[in-house]
């Protein structure tokens, strides 16, 4: 699926000269919410973002501070996700 967004020329620009990437940073932004809400789990995470294995899942994830409201209820749900 394919989504776009419309921003100011000039703050697309600035955002790009800051962070190079704007289409995959809009991303990781996405599943950091999406994370963070309960919307996806790190599995998920891990196949919307191409990561090659859950060990950067999770370094992105902590890089992130995803893990604010991370629950042993998560971690269960992750176990899972991953033995699939």
Do not use: C, H
């Amino acid at each position: 699926m394919q989504i776009k967004i419309d921003i100011p020329e000039a703050i697309g620009q600035q955002l790009i000269a800051q962070w190079g990437n704007l289409a995959q940073r809009a991303k990781e932004a996405l599943a950091i919410e999406a994370y963070r809400s309960g919307s996806l789990t790190s599995a998920q995470i891990q196949s919307l973002l191409n990561l090659s294995s859950r060990w950067e899942v999770e370094e992105f994830l902590k890089n992130s501070q995803a893990y604010l409201d991370y629950t042993e209820s998560d971690l269960e749900q992750d176990r899972q996700s991953f033995q699939t």
